[in-house]
């Protein structure tokens, strides 16, 4: 076998293979499906500092090669979670790393800081896609401030691996990326969904109660890979690549592309095993290929 292991600053993956945030839900789901110590890490759901409810039904819709959805970081809460989730997790045989999101980089601070005192949650992953709502709506993760305000803030109070998801609807996501690593980002992860819609004529309305969603799934590859070499040329710390991951070959080119690690979203509703399958799939073709290592490969394409 070849050797999969990588390392995020100090976050060692046994493989390069994570499950995506909002997919996966707590890990526990899919327990009895798949051994959940077999991949290199678990990203749960978002996790904010107070409850959400989310928005109203519906709100998930199917597209051609992928889906929408605009779920809304439906949760109970950082306090919930320390309290309810966390000890049926921890003992998880892999790296269980909490999605944070926020309305403010204070409130993305103070939860992160909760989390901190966690001893078996090694890492967050920031989703700066959310809304600024001291600066309009507009998401922070779009203007290289708004993205450097919150990993600063939470930086300060935040201390072990901070991975930031960027959001690809922007003009320059490099810029953005370089924005974070500044501020002390360990990491950035890439890309988060694409803003999209789908319409009913017959009804002619939307399919999605808050008219437009997140794009997720195949059809998103293309421009998630662009997006992830763009990045990891531009940025000295490890980029994760994600965006329509459905099979070692989808795997095995966001790697090429310059990503250190992958994470499979939109394909765990398909197959709930997927992410086994994608880790063996590359441990096969590094074998009939020759390579000792998955280093060997790890951002090859100039």
């Not at 909760?114 to 920031?126: G, M, Q, S, V």
């Not at 017959?202 to 662009?226: D, M, Y």
């Amino acid at each position: 076998m070849a050797r999969l292991n990588v390392k995020i600053k100090d976050l060692a993956l046994k493989n390069p293979v994570m499950t995506a945030s909002g997919t996966f839900g707590y890990g526990l789901e899919f327990a009895d499906l798949m051994p959940l110590d077999g991949i290199g890490g678990i990203i749960v759901k978002g996790t904010t500092l107070k409850p959400r409810e989310g928005n109203d039904y519906p709100r998930m819709a199917e597209t051609a090669s992928g889906m929408l959805n605009c779920v809304g970081l439906q949760n109970k809460g950082v306090d919930y979670f320390c309290k309810h989730i966390y000890p049926q997790i921890k003992d998880i045989d892999t790296n269980m790393i909490v999605n944070v999101s926020g309305s403010s980089p204070e409130d993305y601070a103070e939860c992160a800081a909760r989390i901190d005192a966690l001893e078996k949650i090694p890492a967050i992953e920031l989703n700066i896609s959310c809304p600024n709502v001291k600066d309009g709506g507009m998401a922070f993760g779009v203007t290289c401030a708004g993205a450097a305000g919150v990993v600063k803030a939470v930086r300060e109070r935040y201390h072990k691996t901070l991975i930031v998801k960027l959001s690809p609807n922007v003009t320059n996501i490099s810029e953005i990326a370089r924005a974070v690593e500044a501020e002390g980002a360990d990491s950035v992860s890439l890309i988060n969904t694409l803003m999209g819609m789908a319409i009913d004529i017959e009804k002619r309305k939307t399919l999605l109660s808050i008219n437009t969603g997140g794009l997720s799934g195949p059809a998103v590859k293309p421009v998630a890979l662009r997006m992830v070499w763009q990045v990891a040329k531009a940025v000295k710390i490890p980029v994760v690549g994600l965006g329509g991951i459905c099979t070692a070959k989808d795997a095995i080119e966001f790697l090429m592309a310059g990503a250190t690690a992958i994470e499979i979203g939109t394909a765990n509703f398909l197959d709930p095993t997927v992410s086994i399958k994608v880790r063996d799939g590359i441990n096969d073709w590094l074998d009939s290929h020759g390579c000792k290592s998955v280093q060997e490969i790890i951002g090859v394409i100039d």
